[in-house]
Each structure stands twice: as structure tokens, then as C-alpha cells.
């Protein structure tokens, strides 16, 4: 599937009827579009909504294939692997939030490094800090932009504008770590979480 926006491609669309109000639509990473509906929703009208979303559509399902070719490229860590990423990773969060958290002007607490299948890092009300192993496998500056993220809300626990300001204020071009997380998020998060281990 590439980058093809003509209306005639043809789109395998999974619709399911669901007792909901509004219509949802998933990009599966089998290129199915997976479609829920309310039951009172015409199949006819399901269908045009679809094809409303196509060039949405159609950009999802351009990434999704991308990200299922690197995927092929890019084989999971063996055990030994993971052992010594996990050792490094504690002494580089731990470097890095040592840098950053003068900076912003902030202490935290404790710093865990985790394996896991959705988030990159997040900080408790406490200012514990966890960070996903899969960031080492991430490029330095898109490691840093999690770690001040977190950082940044020790100040501001939301993500209201006053917490995107200050983020921006460390790393300008932080919106760009931002987008490779998107696009290569779910690459490197199942090299550290095979898929035997879902
Ligand atoms: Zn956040």
C-alpha cells in the first residue's frame, strides 16, 4: 500500500455494530480498516463516512506498512541483549534526568526502567519517574525529549500549553522527537516485548 489517494483502491474494511453513538475507525497492523458503528447507522451512511476519512485512512495505512517492513528488519533482543540494555538504561535515565532537572528546575524521586507495551515514561505524583527500556533504542534526542517530558511535569501535571511551553523552552525542536515516537514507537517497544510475550 503506498501513497495512493485515488478513491478507487480497494480499502478491507471491517465494519462490527456496537451499542455507541458515534463511529470509530482503526488502522490494524494487517492493514484491515476496522470500522465500529452504532447499529442505527445505515450501512450505506457507514460506508460514506469511510470514505470521508480516506486520506486519513490511507496515510495510516502507508505508516502501518512502513512500520511492518522495519519491523521484519529490525529483529527482536535476545535475552543477553536485553540484560545489558537494561543495565545501561539505568545509568543513562539516570544521567540524563541529572542534567535535565536543574535545568527546568526541578528535583524527582526514584527512576525505574520497565519493558512495556504502551507507554514511554510517566511521573507519579510523588516525582517518581519510569521510562520505557525501548527508548534506548530510540535516538538520544528522542530519549532526552521523554525525559523531559516527564521532567516538565514535576511543574505542570497536565498537558495544557503552560506545560508545552516549558518543554519547548529545554528543546525547541522537541515536535520532532515527538513524530519519530509516533512513527517509530511500535517498532522499537516490540524489539524489547517479542511477540510471544503479549
Ligand atoms: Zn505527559
Request: one cysteine or more; charged letters at 30%; a positive charge.
Amino acid at each position: 500500500m503506498g501513497f495512493n489517494t485515488h478513491s478507487d483502491t480497494q480499502l478491507n474494511i471491517r465494519i462490527t455494530r456496537e451499542s455507541r453513538r458515534t463511529i470509530t475507525i482503526r488502522v490494524l497492523p494487517d492493514g484491515t480498516v476496522e470500522v465500529k458503528a452504532p447499529r442505527f447507522v445505515s450501512r450505506a451512511a457507514v460506508l460514506s463516512f469511510v470514505d470521508g476519512k480516506r486520506s486519513w485512512i490511507e496515510k495510516k495505512l502507508a505508516q502501518t506498512a512502513r512500520q511492518q517492513a522495519e519491523l521484519r528488519n529490525t529483529p527482536p533482543l535476545s535475552d543477553t541483549e536485553l540484560k545489558e540494555l537494561q543495565k545501561k538504561a539505568r545509568r543513562v535515565f539516570a544521567d540524563r534526568a541529572a542534567y535535565y532537572g536543574p535545568i527546568i528546575g526541578t528535583d524527582y524521586g526514584k527512576i525505574t526502567v520497565r519493558r512495556q507495551q504502551s507507554r514511554f515514561g510517566s511521573c507519579s505524583v510523588k516525582g517518581n519517574l519510569n521510562f520505557n527500556l525501548a527508548l534506548l533504542l530510540a535516538p538520544p534526542e528522542v530519549l532526552d525529549y521523554v525525559v523531559v517530558h516527564e521532567l516538565c511535569h514535576r511543574l505542570e501535571m497536565n498537558h495544557s500549553s503552560r506545560f508545552w511551553n516549558l518543554v519547548e523552552g529545554v528543546l525547541p525542536d522537541y515536535k520532532r522527537s515527538k513524530r519519530w515516537l509516533k512513527e517509530h514507537g511500535s517498532v522499537i517497544i516490540a524489539r524489547i516485548c517479542p511477540a510471544k510475550d503479549r
